[in-house]
């Protein structure tokens, strides 16, 4: 796993945070297939999607986490 991603994850769980918002930029998108791959298969994260355009769009993603 990307390590900021991972620590950024793991502090958000344990400040019992909901969701939190990765800010990964449109680019070529092939950061964003990263992280999104990281997510599905990370234990703390109950899902994830893009954010509405208002929010960054498909430049964020939004990862609800794991209760």
Known sequence: M???L???LNDAYM???PFVRIIHGKGT???RQVVREELAT???VSSFKGADSREGG???TIANLAV
């Open 15 to 17: 400040s019992n945070m």
């Open 2 to 4: 990307l390590p900021e």
């Open 6 to 8: 991972e620590r950024y």
């Open 42 to 44: 990370n234990p703390l």
């Open 58 to 60: 498909e430049g964020v």
């Open 29 to 31: 998108g092939a950061l």
